[in-house]
């Protein structure tokens, strides 16, 4: 082959790769590999290259850095890689399984040794969804050998803090869990409905999907209370990328948070009038431009009365009769004065204003990415912003309640109502702050049915994450290695055969990712409307075949 061949033959190589993958269906190994890998190389560069867009001090790392993050993100124990090999590696062993029992004759088995046939026996009386299963296994047994093998030495890696993988797993296990539920709860009942009328079977379904809202709001609930307790009072629970998040949604000074804890471990007391550091309200009370005994335990009112408010009178505070502790001015920061209703107003303005950029593309880019048309109609415009609007409202709920509530017990009628109880216990772990994490979650049903579900799957994982013993998290020992990886390897293993063999039990992100990412953009609500059944040849430029052979002839 001459020159002008090599590069012509070059030249059509995306080409013909192309037009070989047209000629694939959706579900095979190849095109499972190529969806999976783009999609989680996105999700795992586009985190981290978004800073170097964002802040100028990322920047300042120069372009160097960014060659390293791509380069590591493309190496073969990255996410993307394991991730490739977790998903497709399940399909194509199940390629190879169904091929093996087509191809190989009685004379071929006769041949094979007895403890061989017998396993090839055995693996042949399986149903399809336990091969599947089994399949997903091994392949995500190998995922999890990837991505813990990208650190030296894991085991010592660990010893101090969680595993790099834990929050993954975790969201795996949430997800499968899910799917189990779904199964097992709700599609026995569907079954069962099938010989009813058709309005029998409507109501069924209607009440079933009732009780399904009010449960995925009770797991919401139950799952806020233990996060927003945890980032009060152990942050070290939470992944720290999500107490920054909460840190930055609250807009609560670290010092107020600081004598919260300080009043828990006995650093902080009005009783008896210590802090430790001795300047850690007195501080904030001075850069907010009050007189730093307004934070000073010691010189406070530890008990509501008369006699808090001489105390009162004595240093210059006229917003607290009657009630003791830190000063609403204080608690408050910089966002109002002493009153508590128009903080609760300002805080669920701000945080509604911050919801919308955060909203926003949650509810537009599936629409871009799947039917980006509709937004070109205006009741389709309208109805998605609307949408946007009512997740804002939610979260706005959610940050002003628990503001709202804290006051509520230590300023508005808790600590009024009960005077003779010391302010030790209103701004304790049982006082304004519990009340306050039992109260938000309630914001839940401002959501749609629908969206109740994908927010109690979203905060789930990062609940049972709080309740794990922290010590144990960050222990390294063998225990904690491996009960991940099985929790990985099951959870991972029953989505993918979910997704093949019942998609009916997921829901959400997992039906949705899982669906595009096992059958392609033509299963279920990614499916376009195309001409044809195949989708055509990749164009490609006119080749100079006959000067080649002229050329060639001379």
Not at 323 to 333: A, N, S
Not at 502 to 513: M, N, V
Request: glycine letters at 6%.
């Amino acid at each position: 082959m001459d020159f002008q061949g090599l590069r012509k033959h070059l030249r059509d190589a995306p080409h013909d790769l192309a037009d070989y993958l047209h000629t694939l269906p959706d579900d095979h190994p190849l095109q499972i590999a190529l969806r999976t890998y783009s999609l989680a190389l996105s999700l795992a560069l586009g985190p981290a290259l978004l800073p170097f867009v964002t802040s100028r001090r990322a920047r300042a790392q120069g372009f160097g850095r960014v060659l390293q993050i791509v380069r590591r993100e493309l190496g073969i124990t990255a996410f993307a890689s394991a991730i490739t090999v977790g998903v497709a590696g399940g399909a194509a062993i199940r390629h190879i399984w169904e091929k093996w029992e087509t191809e190989t004759s009685e004379k071929d088995s006769e041949r094979l040794p007895r403890a061989v046939r017998a396993v090839k026996v055995w693996l042949g009386s399986l149903k399809d969804s336990h091969k599947t299963f089994l399949s997903n296994v091994v392949s995500s047994t190998l995922a999890i050998a990837l991505l813990h093998s990208r650190r030296t030495h894991a085991k010592s890696a660990w010893v101090g803090r969680p595993s790099p993988t834990l929050d993954l797993s975790l969201l795996f296990l949430v997800r499968a869990m899910d799917s189990l539920v779904q199964f097992a709860l709700f599609k026995p009942a569907d079954a069962s409905d099938r010989h009813l009328p058709e309005p029998t079977k409507a109501e069924r379904r209607a009440t079933r999907h009732k009780w399904s809202s009010r449960l995925d709001a009770l797991v919401f609930w139950a799952c806020s209370a233990r996060i927003m307790w945890c980032f009060f009072y152990e942050p070290e629970r939470l992944p720290r990328s999500y107490n920054k998040w909460i840190m930055t949604l609250a807009n609560i000074d670290p010092r107020v948070l600081g004598a919260l804890r300080g009043v828990r471990n006995g650093n902080f007391s009005y009783k008896r009038g210590i802090s430790i550091p001795p300047d850690l309200v007195t501080s904030l009370s001075k850069d907010l431009g009050y007189p730093p005994s307004w934070g000073n335990p010691a010189l406070l009112p530890a008990y509501g009365g008369p006699r808090a408010n001489e105390t009162w009178k004595a240093l210059g505070v006229s917003s607290r009769p009657g009630r003791g502790g830190l000063p609403c001015e204080i608690v408050h920061g910089d966002v109002t004065g002493a009153s508590c209703f128009a903080n609760a107003a300002i805080r669920g303005a701000q945080a509604f204003a911050e919801a919308i950029a955060i909203y926003l593309p949650v509810h537009v880019l599936p629409i871009l990415l799947t039917r980006p048309r509709k937004l070109l109609q205006v009741s389709r415009l309208i109805t998605t912003l609307l949408s946007v609007a009512r997740s804002a409202s939610f979260l706005s709920a959610f940050v002003s309640s628990i503001w709202f509530a804290v006051c509520f017990t230590r300023t508005l009628v808790l600590a009024r109502l009960f005077p003779g109880i010391p302010h030790d216990f209103w701004d304790g772990p049982f006082g304004c702050t519990f009340v306050g994490s039992l109260v938000c979650g309630a914001s839940i049903w401002i959501e749609r049915g629908r969206r109740r579900g994908e927010m109690a799957l979203y905060v789930l994982p990062r609940a049972i994450r709080a309740c794990l013993p922290a010590e144990w998290l960050k222990s390294g020992r063998a225990s904690v290695r491996w009960a991940e990886r099985l929790m990985f390897i099951l959870s991972l293993s029953t989505l993918l055969t979910a997704a093949i063999h019942r998609p009916d039990t997921l829901r959400g992100l997992s039906r949705w990712t899982l669906a595009f990412v096992m059958k392609g953009p033509n299963a279920g609500f990614w499916k376009r409307k195309r001409l044809g059944t195949n989708a055509p040849p990749t164009p490609r430029a006119p080749s100079p075949t006959k000067e080649i052979d002229t050329h060639d002839t001379q």
